[in-house]
């Protein structure tokens, strides 16, 4: 396995988005809110390619607006669906994802003919490809640090607030602390996250990163302090250690299994979630089995 | 080519509306085979959904769908290995079949072995499962003749391109759910309602239930590899939403949601054949939407305009009410229902905030119900109104009564919006009430019959 | 100060064309007890929610020290039913009570140490002194009342708005919350509880309010507990045993 800078910038920008991703997903699995994730992941895509119709360029900073704004109008169009409507919150999330998905689609498909757009990479990412530019350090990784710190000092400064419109909506609602308006403006925190982990890990495992890490850290502790810390550290492990794999043990392992020599790196982004994803499980029959074995 | 009247374009035109009596008239085989495979598909989406909406697990389909996919490339990897072509349709199915049930019993065993909740479940194995299928992906994508193995239909479908084969696969599956659908519809319909009460009355709900997982697993896999994860996904959720709106009968809600999934599909396998650059499984997604949208606004049943227009006129008929009984009973209190009565009488009755007393004094005079002097002054029932007040009063006493000595089963009986208190309560009791309404031994706090006259 | 602490005029509240709450009237009387009683389905839950705006109301007036909700809020605390929380999420009993303190507390501003003590006296005034850090899903279900007891309590209000406390709790519970009931009266605050027990109405409150969607009758509960308006809330459904356990209770002398 041979280590280059490159790699360093890949592993330190994947903790970083990984940890940003982390705490607003803490309490989007306090307000079951979890496939939120999933559905903003996708929805997004029509926020994004109207940006590309609109200034024609892949700049960053309309992307980023209008990735936003269609994160919000989802969380939005979400709930009047479920309210007025009267539809299951999760049919409701279901019918919007998929049709703003679907208009993303669409509308990216009649974009590239006029930007240089390749709607894989905005679905699967390229963290290899995102750091190419390093120079000294690339764009990304200041994104990713950045978006950790405002996620970081929102998270602090709404604690009390996020908490109890987490636990007990009508409660916060009668005390003055409207439930609805803290979980909009969750929504418009994880919309944003999103779109900077775009860049690296793509949308759709974004999602590994917002709720993998935050439901490792809620079976090992019962403060919520400690779950927010546990989340981070988790999350940073799966994208050290998935970058790690995804360079060395797994290209080895399948080739042998496989037979075929030389089979080189696999998607890092990948291993990262799968990496989460086998902390979660080891911590879950951990949990489980000390539980049966008698104090 | 047909004469089109001679203005620039016309030629141009001639040949998409060429296209279009093509597409209408079913003349192109292509399409013939894409419409039958993607109606089948909706259909039976429809009607697995259905289900799947009642028990609250819309997204299932959405988890199962991303977790086939390290399945699929898994399959090409071991086939490849062991020397055979690895990119053969079944081998793949397999594959998918295989991963989509371990990721529904990976989502089991979560919801079981902790405290993480239903959504939290569907999100780890959704995301994880798909990280693996992408890692899985690259590591196929190395390999000869792995090119991609089908990533991009596997997101976007290859619709527009199904063969013969690939048709007769999904038209077949979908028959065998819809079947299976229509054999279990009531066991299915128990498992929905009342989970509890079937499981105590013998039914084996965790097998119907595995049943049902595995119809959506049938379906997922089957769409996946033909038209798309997010199709498939859609088709699960989108056309049993709006299915909802239009009745509160399951078999009826059953059979709208496979017709609306079957007509989404057909519309837009249609637009997709005369706009060939759109990708056909997003086109098909927003038809469906589009029969959302209609059945949420105008649906029958609960649709929105529906219900806020009942419940406007509800609001409408107990502020009217509430008026009318006022001015009654503030006349009768000082000599007879003709009597005028001021506006502060009516505001020491009921608690209105003046503007809005004002306004529907105004409304009342309109309809003819009371003269009101001008602004602010008194309010008067017309003979029109006096009859509808002494009705309104009569009938809130008698139900007033009724709560009072029916009290166990009045507040389950009690219909505001009934004309006459007959009309929903037996002649019997409604005599009874009457008499007690006359009698002596009326509560001191319900005054007396506004129909019977004054002896 | 001389505006009651609860009073409701004419107040509707339907579901889905279905009247709930049918021109509901309530004067809540300062410094006392009340208790709200009336058979399963008949609005109860639904007086209290619609009174502090967590449901939507057809019509009517309600106000709080003669304001509207919004502006008494300081002055108001709700004890809500136990399930309408989740039970495992990590919080502890002393985190749970703080809750009560946020809005004094003010946005985005950190709890401090001063309000954990003022948390876990509110706890110990309950009798969980000891289970201030303990995890409240570890916590049974008398116990998780007295939390939400507690976080009443802390929020130092003048109105106690409680929603069926005594329900499946334990006796050591039962005796908590009836401590607190105690000292609150003495020290002149006003609480209303939905209650759901006949038998103990006489002995744990002052006053009653009879409620079948309508109110059918309110007040001292030596005058309002007799048999024709036990009939007229509860209908065929009162026993012969019940009726005459109600009786029985409201002659005899309350155990204060």
């Known amino acids: 396995m041979t280590w280059t800078e490159i790699d360093t910038w890949i592993v330190v920008t994947g903790a970083l988005i990984s940890m940003a991703c982390a705490v607003p997903g803490v309490f989007l699995l306090l307000n079951k809110q979890s496939m939120l994730g999933d559905a903003i992941s996708h929805a997004v895509l029509p926020g994004i390619a109207i940006a590309f119709l609109v200034t024609g360029t892949r700049e960053p900073l309309p992307m980023f607006l209008g990735a936003v704004i269609a994160g919000l109008f989802t969380g939005v169009l979400t709930e009047v669906i479920h309210r007025r409507g009267r539809v299951e919150s999760g049919a409701a999330l279901g019918v919007v994802f998929c049709s703003l998905f679907a208009l993303g689609l669409v509308l990216i498909r009649l974009a590239a003919d006029r930007v240089d757009l390749d709607p894989g990479c905005v679905l699967y990412g390229a963290i290899e490809t995102a750091v190419v530019d390093v120079n000294p350090v690339p764009q990304i990784a200041w994104l990713s640090g950045g978006m950790l710190a405002v996620n970081f000092l929102l998270a602090g400064m709404f604690y009390k607030e996020l908490r109890i419109s987490a636990f007990d909506p009508a409660l916060s609602t009668a005390c003055g602390i409207p439930a609805r308006w803290m979980q909009h403006g969750l929504t418009v925190v994880t919309a944003m ?10 949308s759709i495992l974004v999602i590994a990163m917002l709720i993998v890490p935050g439901a490792t850290a809620l079976l090992l502790s019962p403060r919520l302090s400690v779950v927010l810390g546990l989340a981070m ?61 008698p104090q | 080519m047909k004469p089109w009247p001679n203005f620039p374009g016309g030629e141009v035109r001639s040949a998409e509306m060429e296209t279009f009596w093509r597409l209408i008239s079913l003349q192109d085989h292509n399409t013939r ?44 990897l071991v086939a490849e290995a062991l020397g055979y072509a690895g990119k053969s349709l079944p081998v793949l199915l397999v594959g998918a079949a295989l991963s989509g049930v371990t990721g529904m ?48 239909h596997f997101i976007y479908g290859k619709t527009a391109s199904m063969t013969t084969s690939d048709a007769m696969v999904i038209f077949g599956a979908s028959l065998a759910v819809a ?83 079957l007509l989404s599909a057909a519309l837009g396998v249609a637009a997709s054949a005369l706009f060939p650059r759109l990708p056909a499984g997003a086109v098909i997604v927003l038809c469906a939407a589009v029969f959302f949208a209609i059945s949420m606004i105008f649906g029958a049943r609960r649709g929105v305009l529906v219900r806020s227009y009942g419940e406007r006129q509800g609001m409408v008929r107990l502020r009217r009410e509430h008026l009318l009984r006022a001015i009654y009973e503030c006349a009768e209190e000082l000599s007879s229902p003709e009597q005028a009565v001021s506006v502060s009488q009516l505001l020491a009755k009921r608690p209105w905030k003046r503007n809005a007393l004002r306004r529907e004094i105004e409304h009342a005079a309109e309809a003819g119900l009371a003269t009101a002097a001008v602004d602010g002054g008194d309010v008067q029932l017309t003979g029109r109104g006096v009859a509808e007040a002494r009705r309104l009063v009569r009938n809130h006493r008698l139900w007033e009564l009724y709560l009072l000595h ?50 | 100060m001389n505006a009651l602490p609860l009073e409701i005029r004419c ?54 020290f003669g304001k509207p909700y919004a502006q008494s809020r300081s002055r108001v605390a709700y004890v809500p039913q136990r399930e309408s929380v989740d039970w495992d999420f990590p919080v502890s009993a002393r985190d749970v009570v703080a809750m009560g303190l946020y809005r004094k507390i003010g946005w985005c501003m950190p709890v401090r140490a001063r309000h954990r003590q003022l948390a876990e006296a509110a706890l110990a005034d309950v009798g969980l002194g000891d289970f201030a850090r303990r995890q409240i899903s570890q916590l049974s279900g008398g116990q998780q009342q007295r939390v939400f007891l507690a976080r009443a309590l802390a929020q130092n209000a003048d109105l106690y708005l409680m929603d069926e406390p ?42 009653a309010v009879l409620l079948n969607m309508r109110v059918v009758t309110s007040g001292p509960v030596s005058e309002v507990f007799t048999r024709e308006n036990l009939r007229k809330t509860y209908g065929a459904r009162l026993s012969l045993l019940d009726e005459a356990v109600a009786e029985l209770s409201r002659r005899g002398s309350p155990l204060r």
């Open chain 3, 166 to 207: 005594f329900a499946s709790v334990d006796a050591a519970t039962e005796q908590a919350i009836l401590e607190v009931l105690r000292r609150l009266k003495n020290e002149g605050r006003t609480v209303v509880c939905v209650h759901h027990d006949l038998e103990t109405v006489a002995e744990y409150f002052d006053d």
């Open chain 3, 11 to 64: 107040l509707n509240v339907a579901y889905q064309r279905k009247m709930v709450l049918w021109d509901a009237d309530l004067a809540i009387q300062p410094g006392r007890t009340t208790a709200i009683v009336g058979p399963n389905g008949a609005g109860k839950s639904t007086l209290i929610k619609a009174a502090l705006g967590l449901i939507p109301s057809a019509s009517g007036e309600i106000q709080f």
């Open chain 1, 193 to 202: 996250t999103t779109v900077v982990a775009f860049e690296s890990v793509g």
């Open chain 2, 179 to 261: 079947v299976m659908c229509v054999a279990f519809f009531k066991e299915f319909a128990l498992l929905c309602f009342d989970e509890g009460f079937a499981g105590a009355a013998g039914w084996p709900v965790r097998l119907l239930d595995v049943v049902l997982m595995t119809l959506v697993v049938v379906v997922t896999v089957v769409g996946l590899q033909a038209v798309g994860l997010l199709l498939v996904v859609a088709l699960l959720v989108i056309p049993p939403a709006a299915a909802r709106f239009w009745s509160d009968r399951l078999g009826v809600m059953a059979v709208a949601a496979a017709g609306i999934g």
């Open chain 1, 233 to 293: 550290a988790v999350a940073a492990f799966s994208a050290v250690a998935g970058h790690v794999a995804a360079i060395s043990v797994i290209p080895a392992a399948l080739a042998k299994l496989t037979g075929f020599a030389a089979l080189g790196a696999v998607s890092s982004a990948g291993m990262m979630a799968v990496l989460s994803g086998l902390t979660f499980f080891l911590v879950l029959a951990t949990v489980r089995l000390a539980q049966r074995r």
């Open chain 2, 33 to 76: 085979i894409v419409l039958a495979g993607a109606c089948a598909l909706g259909a039976a989406a429809g009607l697995v959904g259905t289900f799947l909406l009642l028990r609250k697990r819309s997204l299932l389909g959405d988890t199962l769908g991303h977790a086939t996919l390290p399945g699929v490339a898994a399959a090409f």
């Open chain 2, 406 to 455: 029916h009290a166990e089963v009045a507040p389950a009986r009690i219909d505001r919006d009934a004309d006459l208190i007959e009309h929903v309560l037996d002649p019997k009791i409604v005599d009874e009430l009457e008499a007690l309404l006359d009698s002596g031994r009326r509560e001191t706090f319900v005054p007396g019959n506004p129909e019977k006259l004054p002896t």
């Open chain 2, 105 to 152: 019993a990976a989502v089991i065993l979560i919801r079981k072995f902790s405290h993480i909740k239903d959504d939290a479940a569907l999100a780890i194995v959704l995301s994880v499962f798909f990280g693996a299928g992408v890692t899985l992906v690259t590591a196929v994508q190395q390999l000869p003749g792995g090119n991609a193995a089908g990533l991009d």
